[in-house]
């Protein structure tokens, strides 16, 4: 059973458009969730979090997005630059268990046309 | 810098043989994991680790053993290796308690 969904599978937007990727979640006990990106021929890398306790965080043109009652959250990417093109992978947690085992979705690879 | 190193890079395999895939980090991180990312399938895991000497099976474990004989050294081993295995693989290691997850640079596995 997978934990977490994401969408869509892949996605192409110009440069300066907004981009919007979007992930679920099964499990009530999760109340932390990261967002990771991974550039070709590398790991992937942390880009942005958030709590439960927040429905918003921002960090540069990256903010992550949080609806703890639709159990859904979401990554806008705004001002979208050809160097933001990689796979971002959403995640869920329960943060402050011994193990703290991240659960991620099926990634975005997503391309920015200049 | 703290860091993920995974060893090696590429590998090539014959079916049938042996491969240990290799992961040290020197991040004094206790929890250790063993992914492997395919096309539409993500990150998928498949053995984990506390600390030295203990080793679990994550969700895909079959075909797959892990051992852990330091804080710092995490293995993955294939002993009887198969083409469904191509895939490339990555380690991570995270902070007990934490979540966040610093990731190796991965090893690209052919199995032929």
């Known amino acids: 059973q997978q934990q977490v969904r994401q969408s869509p599978q892949s996605l192409t937007v110009w440069e300066g458009g907004t981009t919007v990727l979007t992930c679920s979640y099964e499990?009530?006990?999760?109340?932390?969730f990261p967002w990771y990106q991974q550039f070709p021929g590398e790991g992937p890398a942390l880009l942005i979090s958030i709590l439960s306790v927040s429905d918003k965080k921002e960090d540069g043109r990256f903010t992550t997005f949080f609806n703890k009652r639709e159990k859904k959250l979401s990554l806008h990417i705004i001002d979208s630059q050809p160097g933001d093109s990689a796979t971002y992978f959403c995640?869920?947690?329960?943060?402050?268990?011994?193990?703290?085992?991240?659960?991620f979705g099926a990634g975005t690879q997503l391309i920015v046309i200049p | 810098e703290a860091a993920v190193t995974q060893s090696p890079r590429n590998k090539v395999a014959v079916t049938g043989g042996k491969v240990t895939l290799s992961c040290n980090q020197t991040?004094?991180?206790?929890?250790m994991y063993w992914y492997r990312q395919d096309t539409g399938h993500g990150l998928r895991l498949i053995h984990y680790s506390y600390g030295a000497g203990s080793t679990e099976k994550g969700d895909i474990p079959d075909g797959y053993k892990a051992s852990r004989p330091s804080q710092e050294n995490f293995s993955l081993i294939l002993e009887l290796a198969t083409p469904s295995q191509t895939s490339v693989y990555f380690c991570?290691?995270?902070?007990?308690?934490?979540?966040?997850?610093?990731f190796g640079s991965g090893t690209r596995l052919l199995v032929i």
């Open positions: 991040n004094n991180h206790n929890n």
């Open positions: 991570a290691s995270g902070d007990l308690g934490n979540s966040d997850y610093t």
């Open positions: 499990d009530s006990t999760f109340n932390y």
């Open positions: 995640a869920a947690s329960e943060r402050g268990s011994a193990l703290g085992r991240l659960h």
